[in-house]
């Protein structure tokens, strides 16, 4: 099976540095790049022309909401999917399954779902939602079952612990009914994700660990007789050789200061999200390790996550080591590549000109070899 790209939309701005992301207290920010609708549609049109499926949207209170932002794109697009990510606390199953109806009708099926439980207790409390992390995954559970029973064409009735609903329907059902990408480490996220995710996203571990998750997904998905794909998020730092592309992480590693990185690990320690935990203790907030003292497993460096939650490695290397590492992941099972890197417009060209070429030699890209033309004349020059 051939790799599927996407690309990330900055909503909390963008900027030569690390930009700060906390998922519980808020943080100054980094951003040096206003997140206006401007250069997010700068973002999503290089996105879209570089050969990339589509673009996850971030949501939370740090970044603008996922849903308005995309919607605006949808005009200034022709082909680029949006993988929206929103949190199932904070809507009504009925209405998120209808926003997603319509989204895809006016999109023309360009709608992806990003299902977000929530790790962070000061987070989700912003929000009005009070349930401790465990009901939170039971309470996602339910949810999707009342969406997909409510694009069934039938008024679907539910009677839950967290959610009830009588006759919930939309006006058509969405055609077709968008993938539901699904992340959690947990053991209370773990059967969630094997009976309602189409896709099964992780955070970028080193592939043994990667490989140990995905089986348990997959092994109770299998028993449930469902077949879900397997995704990774990364960021990226990609040059013509792996002397520059280091050399750009050593810059990102000199311009975090060790107050901002202290503060950061503080309030990420704080997170409930075991995959949140997971991420921290691949770099332990070692910021005295150097740049390559943070590289956890060849070309992969865990230096983003000393200051930014959620996903917090990067693939780091020449563009032939940036699909080696790449080559190896789909070799355990991950078929589908979430990426990202600061800044965002820049960055997505230097992985779109130099791996994506690199990954269609290698027979990754089964039907679409064909890189933009542009890509192609800028690649070659």
């Not at 023309?108 to 987070?123: A, F, W």
Request: proline share 5%.
């Amino acid at each position: 099976m051939s790799v599927t790209l996407h690309w990330f939309l900055p909503t909390s701005g963008d900027g030569r540095n690390v930009v700060e992301r906390f998922h519980a207290e808020r943080a100054e920010s980094s951003a040096r790049r206003a997140p206006d609708i401007d250069y997010l549609a700068q973002v999503a049109r290089a996105a879209e022309q570089l050969g990339f499926t589509g673009v996850l949207t971030p949501t939370g209170t740090f970044c603008e909401d996922a849903w308005l932002v995309t919607a605006a794109l949808i005009r200034e697009t022709r082909t680029l999917k949006f993988l929206v990510a929103f949190r199932p606390g904070v809507i009504s199953p009925t209405l998120a399954a209808q926003m997603a109806s319509t989204y895809q009708r006016i999109s023309g099926g360009r709608l992806l779902l990003n299902v977000v439980t929530g790790g962070d207790s000061v987070e989700q409390e912003r929000f009005g939602d009070f349930h401790d992390h465990d009901s939170r995954y039971a309470r996602t559970d339910e949810f999707l079952t009342v969406v997909r029973g409510a694009w069934s064409g039938e008024p679907f009735s539910f009677d839950g612990d967290h959610i009830t609903v009588v006759g919930a329907t939309t006006v058509a059902a969405p055609d077709p009914i968008p993938s539901v990408y699904f992340g959690g480490s947990s053991d209370a996220a773990i059967p969630v994700a094997a009976r309602h995710a189409d896709v099964y996203l992780t955070w970028g571990e080193p592939p043994a660990q990667v490989a140990e998750k995905i089986a348990k997904v997959r092994a109770q998905a299998e028993a449930l007789g469902r077949t879900p794909r397997f995704g990774i998020r990364l960021h990226t730092i990609s040059r013509d050789t792996s002397e520059a592309a280091w050399a750009e992480a050593q810059r990102l590693l000199d311009a975090l200061d060790p107050t901002q990185v202290a503060e950061a690990q503080a309030q990420l320690a704080k997170s409930q999200s075991v995959g949140q935990q997971r991420m921290l203790e691949l770099h332990q907030g070692a910021l005295d390790k150097g740049v390559r003292g943070l590289e956890v497993y060849p070309n992969l460096w865990a230096g983003i996550g000393l200051v930014r939650g959620g996903a917090g490695t990067a693939l780091v290397g020449s563009h032939a080591e940036v699909a080696d590492l790449i080559e190896e992941y789909h070799g355990i099972g991950i078929t589908e590549f979430v990426l990202s890197g600061y800044p965002h417009l820049e960055e997505a060209y230097w992985f779109g000109e130099g791996v994506r070429p690199e990954l269609a030699r290698r027979g990754l890209l089964a039907g679409q070899e064909t890189a933009p033309a542009s890509t192609l004349r800028i690649a070659a020059s």
